[in-house]
C-alpha cells in the first residue's frame, strides 16, 4: 500500500543501471496524484545479471516484433 491508501503497483525497471529489477510504485504515478511511494521489492543485481537479463529482454522484443510481422503478412 502506498501512501494513497491504494494498492501500489509492481513494475519492473528497465534502466541500465537497475535492469530486470522489480519495485512496488504508487498508483498514480504518471499522474497529479502522484504520491511519490516507491520501494525495490529485489536486491541489486551484479553487472553480469544485468547484461544477462537486458540481452533476454531484448531478444523477446525482437521475437515478438517478428511474429507481429509475420501476423500481418497473413
Not at 497529479?32 to 525495490?40: E, H, L, P, T
Request: a positive charge; aromatic letters at 14%; hydrophobic letters at 35%.
Amino acid at each position: 500500500m502506498c501512501s494513497c491508501y491504494l494498492k501500489s503497483l509492481k513494475l519492473v525497471s528497465w534502466s541500465d543501471s537497475n535492469t530486470g529489477r522489480r519495485y512496488y510504485r504508487c498508483r498514480h504515478v504518471w499522474t497529479a496524484r502522484d504520491c511519490r511511494f516507491f520501494r525495490w521489492i529485489d536486491p541489486e543485481y551484479s553487472d553480469f545479471l544485468k547484461t544477462l537479463l537486458l540481452d533476454l529482454h531484448n531478444v523477446v522484443r525482437h521475437l515478438k516484433r517478428e511474429v507481429a510481422i509475420e501476423r500481418e503478412a497473413t
